[in-house]
Nanobody, 120 residues
């Protein structure tokens, strides 16, 4: 079994910064991708940023230039540094990971979500 635990959300004023963390634990052999999604009230969940185990990244247009995704493979942890936050960034942010478990099965996991609220 694999668990993903996010942390780092909170309330911040527009223009401020937050850093989210996602720690994966459990029966992990290797992690292919790790990513951040968000879901605002009344909207569908959307991709924010993704990083592969090789360090290749992909960002939503709304995140480019403001957000940076990174990962520490030794700690099975991904980070999302969010700068110049806007009220439109307000959402629940979810961590996602593609895991090959120690039993060699594929697992796509989600964290429980962390709330990010940006006040104007």
């Amino acid at each position: 079994q694999v668990q993903l635990v996010e942390s780092g959300g909170g309330l911040v004023q527009a223009g401020g910064s937050l850093r989210l963390s996602c720690a994966a634990s459990g029966s992990i052999f290797t992690i292919s991708h790790m990513g951040w999604y968000r879901q605002a009230a009344g909207k569908q969940r959307e991709l924010v940023a993704l990083i592969t185990n090789a360090g290749n990244t992909n960002y939503a247009d709304s995140a480019k230039g403001r957000f940076t995704i990174s990962r520490d493979n030794a700690r099975n942890t991904a980070y999302l540094q969010m700068n110049s936050l806007k009220p439109d960034d307000t959402a629940v942010y979810y961590c996602n990971a593609g895991v090959l478990t120690t039993s060699r099965s594929t697992y796509i996991g989600w964290g429980q979500g962390t709330q990010v609220t940006v006040s104007s």
